[in-house]
């Protein structure tokens, strides 16, 4: 019986296809990140639990329903958090074992380029970006609904709310609806005053109240001891009293009552239309809702940029095998993360445009990556 030869896979096939090696480096790339997650979350949560224990006892937090209501809750926004270093360390890790057991170089000299290599990698990359833009955008909100009620209660009251007093909102373009305190757990306006213009920016209608309710059910605003006034054309002003009158306004609770972290809640659709709104409103203080928008489109593409840095990076064989490799991974990766937290106060105070803030720290590491690609050994 004659005896084959061996089969082998030629890495170099054009046009590109995905070979079984390129499976074997995204199996063992997912099975890496999905270790890397499970133990970053166990420690995420131990290390929150060892700070936070305090202040939840000290304001009567149960504590059965910390840990079956919040903290699987907090699950998905620690999983956005983590992917792009959990990303980073099971690339290091695959690429490391891959140059320390002599098979990279032997690829390379066989003919096979770095390029052709990270082909695996960039498509874990770009599938891992864009399951993050989805999960960040729809899945991450839902849950984060429980966390920041959870955080608001327990954690950070103070900072709960961006304004409560003498709050200016423009309601359509022709009418402002001025409220001099507004209390967020009744839903409760004090002090109101809804001015209409006309469309010389005239003023033809002036409603006074002492106080103002939201109504859930018939979603409208009840109105209490309003005083009417109207200017018509070349006649006195016209004035009237009434005890109680509904009106519906563009203004919802939420526009009156917004906290620091309203964005996080909401999905990409309805963070959109509800900073529209308040730009439609006249609101100030945008800079951190607009930071968290556009940092739901920005900080999934960590995810690649992080591959593409942590291949070039672990592809050269090191002394002191792969803890160095973790060592110098963890650094970039950190230093990475920290660029984005770094640049958000900046945004936030609109030193800088919301937009460039979110960007700035992806563009420049995506640099990075370029270079250490370009210098690698190819």
């Known amino acids: 019986m004659p005896v084959h030869p061996p089969r082998s896979y030629d890495l170099r096939l054009t046009p590109p296809s995905v070979t079984r090696f390129d499976w074997h480096i995204v199996a063992r790339v997912l099975k890496g990140f999905a270790l890397f997650v499970s133990a970053l979350i166990v420690f995420f949560i131990v290390l929150h639990w060892v700070e ?3 202040d939840f006892v000290d304001r009567g937090a149960d504590m059965s329903e910390i840990f079956r209501v919040y903290y699987p809750a907090y699950i998905p926004e620690i999983v956005r958090l983590i992917s792009p270093l959990a990303i980073f360390l099971s690339c290091i890790y695959v690429t490391g074992k891959l140059a320390q057991e002599v098979q990279l170089i032997a690829l390379q000299t066989s003919g096979v380029s770095l390029y052709r290599l990270m082909r695996p990698y960039l498509l874990v990359g770009v599938t891992l970006t864009l399951v993050m833009f ?11 609904e429980v966390v920041v009620q959870y955080d608001n209660e327990y954690l950070h009251p103070e900072r709960q709310t961006i304004e409560v007093s003498e709050i200016h909102r423009q309601n359509d373009p022709r009418s402002i609806v001025s409220v001099g305190y507004y209390d967020t757990g009744e839903q409760r306006a004090h002090h109101v005053s809804l001015q209409r213009f006309d469309e010389q920016q005239h003023l033809r209608e002036r409603f ?49 009552a917004r906290t620091a972290r ?15 709104s308040l730009q439609r409103s006249g609101a100030g203080q945008l800079g951190r809702p607009l930071v968290a928008y556009y940092n739901k489109f920005a900080y999934p593409v960590a995810n690649l940029i992080l591959v593409l840095i942590a291949v070039p990076l672990a ?11 973790f060592g110098i991974g963890l650094f970039v990766a950190l230093l990475y993360l920290a660029a984005q937290k770094l640049s958000e106060p900046f945004g936030y105070a609109e030193t800088l445009d919301p937009w460039l803030t979110t960007w700035i720290p992806h563009a420049l590491f995506a640099t990075v990556a370029l270079l250490l690609l370009l210098q690698a050994r190819k």
């Open 315 to 325: 592809a050269v064989r090191r002394r002191g095998g792969q803890a160095v490799r």
């Open 134 to 144: 989805g999960f960040n955008g729809w899945v991450v909100p839902r849950a984060n």
């Open 262 to 276: 309203d964005v996080e809640a909401m999905t990409v659709t309805e963070a959109r239309y509800y900073l529209e």
């Open 208 to 256: 006074d109240a002492d106080r103002m309710d939201w109504v859930d059910s018939l979603q409208v605003w009840r109105m209490v001891g309003v005083t009417e006034r109207t200017f018509p054309d070349d006649q006195p002003m016209q004035q009237a009293y009434h005890s109680r009158m509904d009106t519906t306004l563009q203004i919802t609770p939420r526009d009156l």
């Open 52 to 54: 936070y224990n305090d």
